[in-house]
């Protein structure tokens, strides 16, 4: 009776989760609020490893490189000019290849910033900050910059995985905030965040664990949700 209870719990919890989705609002800037001097993009993920190549790429992935790169071309022309690149550049005897395989070796394409990123007039200006695991902030400069940059008080999170990367880093902006008892704004666009998909038959196969990417893309954005980051579905002009 009681598993008989729980699963209809996560019935209902499920067709929830499909209407917060579906009903996601679209954040203009008019209704932003936002001083663009204190906003700063960071980007973590977006290279040639997840999107073009490798064993980790996914083209769920690379279809968000389009709507990110024209964010932070929207953003630039707003006057924002703090945009950070977390990525990973990991030495070839990586401890996360345990976890995730070979992927992203520093000096291999994998590890570069994909060329639609690279191209922006304004790449030169950004700031690319190197890491070893799914975590932007932790063994990197990460929380240096943010120390260096302390009048920044909103900050746009796109990349990937969503449940990953993404959420790592979201969760460490907020949550830092919280803890100094700082007011700090985190958005993250649906639109520019995914993450993989590994059907369980495929994974069966491969003998690894099954990744069912839509269900772990919006359940992972809901709780990023309920700790008070601000999901949207898309940051229109």
């Not at 990586?94 to 590890?111: D, K, L, Y």
């Not at 200006?125 to 932790?138: A, D, F, P, Q």
């Amino acid at each position: 009776m009681f598993s008989l209870r729980k699963n209809e719990s996560t019935h209902q919890f499920l067709a929830f989760l499909d209407e917060w989705f579906a009903s996601l609002p679209t954040l203009s800037f008019p209704q932003a609020g936002w001083d663009f001097q204190k906003t700063a993009l960071i980007s973590v993920d977006l290279i040639c490893g997840f999107c073009e190549e490798g064993l980790l790429s996914s083209p769920r992935v690379a279809a968000i490189v389009e709507p990110a790169v024209m964010l932070m071309q929207l953003l630039w022309e707003h006057g924002v000019r703090h945009f950070v690149l977390t990525q990973d550049n990991h030495p070839p005897e990586a401890e996360e290849f345990s976890e995730f395989g070979p992927h992203c070796v520093s000096g291999t394409r994998e590890a570069e910033t994909v060329d639609e990123i690279k191209q922006l007039p304004f790449f030169d200006s950004m700031t690319v900050i190197l890491k070893n695991s799914i975590h932007s902030g932790m063994n990197t400069e990460l929380h240096q910059w943010l120390e260096q940059h302390s009048q920044i008080d909103t900050f746009v999170v796109v990349g990937d995985c969503t449940d990953l990367c993404v959420y790592q880093l979201a969760m460490d902006l907020k949550l830092q905030a919280n803890a100094r008892q700082q007011k700090r704004r985190v958005i993250v666009p649906a639109n520019c965040v995914d993450t993989y998909d590994m059907p369980v038959e495929t994974a069966k196969e491969l003998g690894v664990l099954p990744h069912p990417g839509d269900l772990l893309h919006q359940i992972f954005l809901y709780h990023m949700a309920l700790n008070g980051i601000e999901v949207v579905k898309e940051i229109q002009p």
